[in-house]
T-cell receptor, first 114, second 114 residues
Framework: EAAVTQSPRSKVAVTGGKVTLSCHQTNNHDYMYWYRQDTGHGLRLIHYSYVADSTEKGDIPDGYKASRPSQENFSLILELASLSQTAVYFC?????????????FGSGTRLLVI | AQSVTQPDARVTVSEGASLQLRCKYSYSATPYLFWYVQYPRQGLQLLLKYYSGDPVVQGVNGFEAEFSKSNSSFHLRKASVHWSDSAVYFCAVAQTGFASALTFGSGTKVIVLP
């Protein structure tokens, strides 16, 4: 079954430390996305990628980097974690653009920065 | 830029009653619209989507939504809710210029009372 798998499921990080969130998809999708969700809010786009070895900035990229080493894998990197980055992070993948898009979301990573 | 507004942060209904969740979007071109549901500590699951054609779209678990171009709305409905429908519901529109990334509303939390 096609899926998007995120790891870890949850993480506690220290302020100023480096955090890497991983995402793996088996959907054979070209597009992958990282969103963050804050309590009581919708999802906001951080970074996305439409091909391996290339990433693009989303709406709120500051403080985050992304890496797409292969079609299946997409990582989100917090080089210097801050308290404000405490949130739930979702990875998603999709196929063609627009009308044929079919999005699949991972179960999320809960990040607590202390 | 695209935006999605869900004016109701929380809706409480009795089991068996009807439900309507409101969604207004701002988008310059023909929108691609989605409704997702999020159960506690889970990822997002697609309820239904609209690209074109019949403005009333049927989804899973008895949900349907109606697109109105004149009102820039995409309201979600269910004729008779079950306690298991308690969740957070998100309306989303597909962006342009950001691959096919989604812009989400802030969500509506639905509480179904027994």
């Amino acid at each position: 079954e096609a899926a998007v798998t995120q790891s870890p499921r949850s993480k506690v990080a220290v302020t100023g430390g480096k955090v890497t969130l991983s995402c793996h998809q088996t959907n054979n999708h070209d597009y992958m996305y990282w969103y963050r969700q804050d309590t009581g809010h919708g999802l906001r786009l951080i970074h996305y990628s439409y091909v391996a070895d290339s990433t693009e900035k989303g709406d709120i990229p500051d403080g985050y980097k992304a890496s797409r080493p292969s079609q299946e894998n997409f990582s989100l990197i917090l080089e210097l974690a801050s308290l404000s980055q405490t949130a739930v992070y979702f990875c998603a993948s999709s196929g063609d653009r627009g009308a044929n898009s079919d999005y699949t979301f991972g179960s999320g990573t809960r990040l607590l920065v202390i | 830029a695209q935006s999605v507004t869900q004016p109701d942060a929380r809706v409480t209904v009795s089991e068996g009653a009807s439900l309507q969740l409101r969604c207004k979007y701002s988008y310059s071109a023909t929108p691609y619209l989605f409704w997702y549901v999020q159960y506690p500590r889970q990822g997002l699951q697609l309820l239904l989507k609209y690209y074109s054609g019949d403005p009333v779209v049927q989804g899973v678990n008895g949900f349907e939504a109606e697109f109105s171009k004149s009102n820039s709305s995409f309201h979600l409905r269910k004729a008779s809710v079950h306690w298991s429908d308690s969740a957070v519901y998100f309306c989303a529109v597909a962006q342009t210029g950001f691959a096919s990334a989604l812009t989400f509303g802030s969500g509506t939390k639905v509480i179904v009372l027994p």
